[in-house]
């Protein structure tokens, strides 16, 4: 199974599911079309996008893979504006790693119940 069926698109399904949260799928490389190829980010992007009170960009692996060089040059790049990036190797880590970033102020509805 591939990085994108086991982590990526059930990790941005579950993540849009929180009320108040709002993750993009950014695609990076070439996609093949009818008419050819379409561009997309630049190679080493991360996988996903959470809006959260702070941005935070998630790169999905497979237990075991490792970073590649154009992903800890983005995360590097990241890191240097002060933007939040991390590695997940699961669903769930993913889930988690939003809900600790988005606990709720006294006044807030608990999101997680």
């Known amino acids: 199974m591939s990085e994108t069926s086991t982590i990526v698109t ?3 399904k579950a993540l849009n ?5 709002l993750c993009l799928r950014i695609l990076s490389g070439m996609a093949p079309t009818k008419g050819g190829y379409i561009r997309g980010n630049e190679k080493g992007t991360f996988d996903l996008l959470a809006l959260l009170p702070s941005p935070l960009f998630m790169e999905c692996k497979l237990p075991g893979e490792k970073a590649s060089k154009e992903q800890l040059q983005f995360l590097g790049r990241l890191k240097r504006m002060g933007v939040e990036g991390i590695f997940v190797f699961s669903v769930h880590e993913g889930i988690e790693a939003v809900r600790k970033r988005i606990q709720p102020q006294p006044e807030q509805k ?3 119940p």
Not at 17 to 21: D, F, H, L, R
């Open 10 to 12: 059930p990790l941005f």
């Open 17 to 21: 599911s929180i009320p108040g949260v």
């Open 110 to 112: 608990e999101l997680f």
